[in-house]
């Protein structure tokens, strides 16, 4: 409409309730650059535009939309997400479990976006003494959740089984209890390195971690299982095969290739192999 008014020579008003800032697009300008340089999310962007899709014209005006703070929340508990955040990184930075956040924000995914505006709670359930069971709970999430193993936990609650009733409420003080040792995860890390590292077996580690695949995301922070952290190993010699180790050790060769991560059955005279 401005560009309109502009080419036939006539005087231009915002309409009311567009009041706010502009930008014309220029030659290799995208959506999120230009969404980065006014500090809102792409979708806001998207939505103040009435844009479907992430394509621009260079002389395109797009309107910038003002970024209004929620009613009763101050700045200190706005964050705005950055490039290589994760919903885990944040909650744990003020304090929060990742579903607290969620909730908080009423997320149904883990997805983020750049620019995308966060309401975080100062020192919360993170300090608490006690916790409410919810809907899908299970004692491992919630073990997992304040530094406990699962046996730490239902020692703490005088817990026979692992079934858990909706609204029981458990005790979660570190002070009466040791917290499990927890490693976080850094570039170039590797569930076998990390396992190898740190004296335990890969499956030992996966299923302290409720994990089914070998997948890691930086910053994410494992739990290392205390009953595991003294590992019986062998060191191959001349002669002995998968089929020989497994058998003299009561295990599957399956088991075997699986804690160790091997891909073949080739083995090497002096590689130390984990016997889970």
């Known amino acids: 409409m401005r560009a309109l008014a502009n080419y036939i020579g006539v005087p231009y008003t915002v309409p009311e309730g567009m009041a706010g800032n502009y930008y014309t697009v220029k030659a290799g300008d995208t959506l999120y650059g230009i969404a980065s340089k006014y500090g809102v999310s792409v979708d806001e962007l998207k939505s103040a535009n009435n844009l479907s899709s992430n394509t621009l014209s260079i002389g395109m005006t797009l309107v910038i939309p003002e970024v209004l703070e929620e009613p009763g929340v101050s700045d200190e508990n706005i964050y705005t997400v950055k ?3 994760t919903l885990y990184a944040i909650a744990n930075k003020y304090g929060m479990s990742v579903s607290e956040l969620k909730a908080l924000n009423n997320l149904t995914s883990n997805t983020l976006s750049i ?4 309401v975080v709670s100062e020192g919360n359930a993170a300090t608490l003494d006690t916790y409410t069971v919810k809907a899908g709970d299970t004692l491992y999430s919630i073990a997992n959740k304040y530094g406990f193993s699962v046996n730490e936990l239902k020692e703490l609650n005088n817990l026979t089984s692992n079934i858990l009733s909706i609204g029981q409420v458990l005790n979660v003080s570190n002070s009466n209890s040791s917290a499990a040792n927890t490693y976080t995860v850094k570039s170039g890390d590797t569930l076998y390195s990390i396992a190898k590292n740190l004296g335990v077996s890969v ?3 996966k299923t302290a971690n409720n994990k089914t695949s070998n997948l890691l995301s930086i910053g994410e922070v494992l739990v290392i299982p205390a009953e595991t952290t003294s590992v019986k ?12 180790i497994a058998t003299n050790n009561g295990i599957s060769v399956n088991a075997l290739k699986s804690a160790n991560n091997l891909t073949s059955d080739l083995l090497s005279i002096g590689q130390v192999l984990v016997i889970p």
């Open 115 to 118: 620019g995308q505006k966060l």
């Open 83 to 85: 490039a290589g955040d």
């Open 203 to 205: 499956d030992a580690l």
């Open 233 to 244: 190993t062998y060191i191959v010699k001349s002669g002995d095969s998968l089929w020989k």
